[in-house]
């Protein structure tokens, strides 16, 4: 085998990852992935002068003694990508090298610590209120005037409902995350959904002295859907739009047929987003403004919710924010075969 690689360089070059042959300490071979990883000049230098990550040499310099070698880097050209050095002994006694890039795979995985940490934190304070205040109301009880245990109960309620919301938002990402493999089928018509979402969202609107405008396409062409998925992304859509829109402005969803495609937008006139929050207000726990967001009830779900929605139904989600003027989020979703 080694024998084969050493003559034919394009066996080396055909591997995937970044890979060299060494012997007596100093590279023999590289393909073209390790010379643009470690350097051009990589061919006849000594490993030490080649790598300066002390795991990996140590690693190496024990290779002639274990038939294989796992050893996970960070660092190694200097980058924060993260790599998995593998090496096998051949069968003339020469080493081969490989680097795998687990950078996709650690970044998945650090997305799901944090995750589990956000929910945590997220249970974690409205947990500490409501033990807080059952425990003064249970103490303290005799001391206690009317007005304050109504005060003291009314947190403990709203409270409860956070950690109710936050839970069931929870689920329902699970839910649509183990559906994102088989996409919905079914003709749906789209019309009445955006008509049961606006009307769901009327007492919050009336609340804010915010307008809903109805901008809907006359003959609307049905779409290949969940209908109540799609009325779950219509409902964090507009809840959103009314939330962090400024009182009294008003909240417009638009669709109409673009192609293969039905484009539904919905448009608020507040705050904007910033351009380097704009990219990551779809992932999960995330705020532009913690304190904000949770005053006016958000889990910091809604449009991590929304984009898995749109995923599942093979759709596209957009957003278009400026500062001071506010935000659409537009949703493509496929018209269904008919």
Aim: hydrophobic share 40%; charged share 30%.
């Amino acid at each position: 085998m080694a024998e084969t690689m050493l003559e034919s360089p394009a066996l080396l070059e055909g591997l995937p990852e970044a890979a060299f042959i060494a012997s007596d300490w100093r590279v023999l071979t590289a393909n073209s992935a390790a010379r643009a990883l470690l350097g051009r000049d990589i061919q006849g230098a000594a490993l030490d002068e080649v790598i300066s990550h002390p795991a990996a040499l140590e690693a190496l310099e024990r290779s002639g003694i274990d038939e294989a070698e796992e050893v996970e880097l960070t660092g190694l050209d200097g980058s924060r990508r993260h790599w998995l050095m593998r090496t096998a002994q051949l069968a003339d006694g020469t080493c081969l090298v490989r680097f795998v890039d687990r950078s996709e795979a650690r970044a998945a995985e650090q997305m799901r610590v944090d995750f589990v940490a956000n929910a945590s934190h997220e249970l974690r304070t409205p947990l500490a209120t409501l033990i807080g205040y059952t425990e003064t109301l249970r103490e303290q009880d005799e001391h206690i005037d009317p007005p304050t245990r109504e005060r003291f109960l009314s947190v403990v309620h709203d409270e409860a409902r956070r950690m109710q919301r936050v839970v069931e938002d929870l689920i329902s990402l699970s839910r649509i995350e183990a559906e994102k493999f088989t996409a919905p089928t079914d003709a749906v018509d789209l019309a009445p959904i955006i008509d049961q979402a606006l009307r769901s969202a009327r007492r919050m609107a009336d609340e804010r002295g915010s307008e809903l405008v109805r901008d809907v396409e006359a003959d609307l062409p049905k779409i290949a859907a969940d209908s109540s998925q799609i009325d779950q992304l219509l409902d964090n859509l507009i809840t959103n739009a009314l939330r962090y829109g400024e009182p009294g402005t008003p909240v417009s969803v638009s669709a109409d047929a673009e192609g293969p495609m039905v484009h539904l937008a919905v448009t608020d006139q507040g705050e904007g987003i910033a351009p380097e929050h704009l990219r990551r207000v779809t992932e999960r726990f995330y705020r532009v403004d913690t304190s904000r967001s949770r005053s006016l009830g958000g889990t910091g779900l809604g449009l991590s919710i929304v984009k898995h929605i749109v995923e599942r139904h093979r759709g596209r989600l957009a957003i278009d924010s400026e500062v001071g003027k506010g935000t659409t989020v537009h949703v493509l979703l496929p018209v269904a075969v008919s």
